[in-house]
């Protein structure tokens, strides 16, 4: 059983920063990309960056040079900063990875619980 299990939300007023960690644990053999979505009321779950095993980045084009993805691969951890926040940012902010479980064989995407980030005005 695999878990994502999210940290870091909250309120924050626009401009200001926050940083949100997911760690993944339980029983799997290598982990490919780490990344995060978000999903605003009444609009589907977008991209917002991703980062793979060797550290390559993608960043939804709304968040470049505010928001960085960064991971801890000994930890299984993958973290996201967010700085100069704006109100178009709020939203359920979902980790995600892809592994490769202990068997070896195929891949598979897991999702954390979701954290809610909210940028006031």
């Known amino acids: 059983q695999v878990q994502l299990v999210e940290s870091g939300g909250g309120q924050v007023q626009a401009g200001g920063s926050l940083r949100l960690s997911c760690a993944a644990s339980g029983r799997f053999f290598n982990i490919n990309t780490m990344g995060w979505y978000r999903q605003a009321p009444g609009n589907e779950r977008d991209l917002v960056a991703t980062?793979?095993?060797?550290?390559?980045?993608n960043y939804a084009d709304s968040v470049k040079d505010r928001f960085t993805i960064s991971r801890d691969n000994a930890k299984n951890t993958v973290y996201l900063e967010l700085n100069r926040l704006k109100p178009e940012d709020t939203a359920v902010y979902y980790c995600y990875t892809n592994l490769l479980p202990s068997s070896g064989i195929g891949s598979y995407d897991y999702w954390g619980q979701g954290t809610q980030v909210t940028v006031s005005s």
């Open positions: 980062i793979t095993s060797r550290g390559r980045t």
